[in-house]
Nanobody
Framework: QVQLVESGGGLVQAGGSLRLSCATS????????MGWFRQAPGKEREFVAA??????????EYGDSVKGRFTISRDSAKNTVYLQMNSLKPEDTAVYYC?????????????????WGQGTQVTVSS
């Protein structure tokens, strides 16, 4: 059983930044994809970003709505994945979830992920 704990959410003004963290229960990075999703009220869960590890470096992918503004990264020593969010917009307001897929091939749909965190609220005011 993999446990994920997100932190770092909060209230920020439009144009500001936040960094979300996702701590995992063990060293799973070498065989897994780590992803971030978000869900706003009344909307479906949306893919935000994902990272997997290959022999020649990290492989990342981003949702179209966050490209150029968000950056996913990881610290293997701390078993933690981060989501740096810059130039935040009110439409970024959502509950953000960390997830792990027990496969190194990146996936962008939520049903392809195996374990989920409890979520952290991000609210961007205009």
């Amino acid at each position: 059983q993999v446990q994920l704990v997100e932190s770092g959410g909060g209230l920020v003004q439009a144009g500001g930044s936040l960094r979300l963290s996702c701590a995992t229960s063990g060293p799973i990075f070498a065989t897994s994809t780590m992803g971030w999703f978000r869900q706003a009220p009344g909307k479906e869960r949306e893919f935000v970003a994902a990272v997997s590890w290959t022999w020649n470096g990290d492989n990342t992918e981003y949702g179209d709505s966050v490209k150029g503004r968000f950056t996913i990264s990881r610290d293997s020593a701390k078993n933690t994945v981060y989501l740096q969010m810059n130039s935040l917009k009110p439409e970024d307001t959502a509950v953000y979830y960390c997830a792990v897929r027990l496969n190194i091939n990146i996936a962008t749909t939520s049903d392809e992920y195996d374990y989920w965190g409890q979520g952290t609220q991000v609210t961007v005011s205009s």
